[in-house]
């Protein structure tokens, strides 16, 4: 194996410090790195490598030097092309290596990085033509990838200008999470779902990925955002082709990837007229949770006072193709919502006829919680039942859950997504393509938006499950909300 040189941008930055450092550690421990691995951070801000080192782990308890050792820094401005020499100068001090870029900075840098490190031939692979090893040369983009659908073309083909599409690695950290892999597991290694999977057994799915936090100190960034961008075109997107998905043929990244693109290709449209009816969004306002006063958004550092930005938004979606035709599909998101959780409820039809009575809880349809985080896992409910007298039924849940399973652990998702990218393995990985097909899907409720600034901003408390409008999109039915479902709820739920 090639000895990798991990090249962080933005390495004194808080993605670097909070998440990326501690998975590459985790790599470490669990002996993943194949062959030499060495980290050099890239930043604007002064550090030598002994401080760097001290800054990365000032509250880790388990540190090990023989994984500190490898972490160097280099003070460069990325910005600037003239500095770039001095990145090549010290990167050639490690001998002939592999070199992962990673882009932990701001998205403004996600084309000018790949063309300074164009102008200065760090872009190209070299073959050792003794040994024949090839030094890989690849790059690894945080989401968002573009802003809408014109810069995301436009940041594409800057990309593909610089590197081949398999060096590039657009990474989506909820694809590194365990059981959102699972979901094609469940589907694809189990044949008692793939038979009602489809319109005829499915009635309406619901994805909810909700957090109990306001944006903290990140309102610079996330004003320019929002949910739609932060969350919905992005991590929601890419469960719902996960649900939806027909499966590959085998399962490699061209067949696996080529099916996501599908999913987004079959996205129905909005029309113009259609926007404000399956996409309400929403804004957390200044309010008092558990006694305690909380900034509304507008009150946030860094937040403009009259923000127009989302902090919620809730969807309804449907899939032109033969399998979904007529399934909507929900998605929801949001901000200072009760709890912080993200999970999939299918929901399946109704029996065609009711035969037995029904005592307390007993909806007619079945459901299938696949609950990615908290306590990953999945409930089956099903309704059985009631011991004694009589035949009456409730519905009761089956359980799975990673945690009751002794010898396995799920990793997190960075250090799984950063371990298959030093493999070379783009499978989790987000296309080019996909990336602009689901922008096509999102930029109408964009559009509308910037055309209709006075399209509805429903303020909600802090501790809601977002405003009471967004029950109109689901109508006729009702948003599953994550407490009603979960046998033990004593985990995490704060209602
Ligand atoms: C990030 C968003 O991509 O995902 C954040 O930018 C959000 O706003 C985060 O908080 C949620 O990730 P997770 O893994 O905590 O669900």
Redesign the pocket.
Same mark, same amino acid.
């Given at each position: 194996m090639e000895k990798q040189i991990i090249v962080i941008f933005g390495g004194s930055g808080d993605l670097a410090k909070r998440k990326l450092m501690p998975a590459l550690y985790n790599l470490y421990k669990s002996k993943s790195f194949k062959g030499d691995v060495s980290i050099l951070g890239v930043g604007r801000t002064a550090f030598t490598d002994k401080s760097y080192r001290d800054h990365i782990t000032s509250d880790w308890d388990d540190k090990d030097e023989n994984f500190t050792k490898r972490i160097f820094y280099l003070s460069i401005d990325p910005a600037n092309n003239i500095d770039y020499k001095l990145l090549k100068e010290r990167l050639e001090l490690f001998g002939p290596s592999g070199y992962l870029f990673y882009l932990a900075t701001p998205p403004s840098l996600y084309e000018t990085i790949p063309l300074n490190l164009r102008e200065v031939g760090l872009n190209r692979e070299i073959i050792d033509k003794e040994t024949g090893i090839t030094y890989s040369r690849r790059i690894i983009i945080e989401?968002p990838f573009g802003y809408d659908l014109s810069s995301a073309l436009k940041m594409n083909a800057t990309l593909n200008r610089v590197f081949d599409e398999r060096q590039i690695f657009r990474i989506? &950290?909820?694809l590194g999470?365990e059981t959102v892999q699972n979901i094609l597991a469940l589907r694809f290694a189990n044949s008692i779902f793939e038979p009602i999977w489809n319109r005829h057994y499915i009635d309406r799915v619901e994805i909810t990925?909700v957090?109990n936090?306001g /944006?903290g100190s990140?309102g610079g960034f996330?004003d320019g955002?929002g949910a739609l961008r932060?969350?919905a075109q992005? &991590?929601l997107i890419q469960l719902l082709a996960l649900v939806a998905m027909e499966p590959p043929v085998t399962f490699n990244h061209q067949e696996f990837r080529e099916e996501i693109v599908k999913v987004y290709k079959s996205l129905k449209p909005l029309e113009k007229d259609e926007v404000e009816s399956r996409a309400v969004r929403g804004q957390y306002i200044e309010s008092e949770k558990k006694g305690v006063k909380t900034n509304g958004y507008r009150q946030e550092s860094g937040v403009p006072s009259d923000s127009y930005t989302e902090t919620f938004l809730a969807m309804k979606i449907n899939i032109s193709n033969w399998r979904w035709e007529g399934v909507p599909f929900y998605l929801r998101t949001g901000?200072q919502m009760p709890t912080?959780v993200?999970e999939i409820v299918v929901h399946f039809k109704s029996t065609p006829h009711r035969l037995f009575s029904c005592r307390e809880d007993c909806p007619e349809q079945n459901q299938l919680i696949i609950r /990615?985080?908290p306590n990953e896992g999945m409930v089956l409910k099903l309704d059985m039942k009631i011991p004694g007298s009589g035949f009456s039924v409730k519905q009761f849940p089956m359980e799975f859950t990673y945690d009751k399973l002794a010898g396995y652990s799920t990793d997190d998702?960075y250090s799984r997504l950063i371990e298959d990218c030093l493999n070379g393995d783009v499978t989790l990985f987000t296309r080019n393509d996909a990336v602009e097909w689901s922008w096509k899907y999102f930029d109408a409720i964009l559009e509308h938006w910037r055309e209709n600034p006075k399209t509805p901003l429903y303020g909600y408390p802090a501790g809601s499950w977002g405003p009471l409008e967004s029950e109109q999109i689901i109508k006729g039915n009702k948003w599953t909300n994550p407490c009603k479902n979960l046998t033990n709820t004593d985990i995490y739920c704060e209602l």
């Open positions: 989401k989506d &950290h909820y999470k990925a957090e936090m /944006i990140r996330y955002v932060d969350m992005n &991590h901000k912080k993200t /990615i985080q998702a």
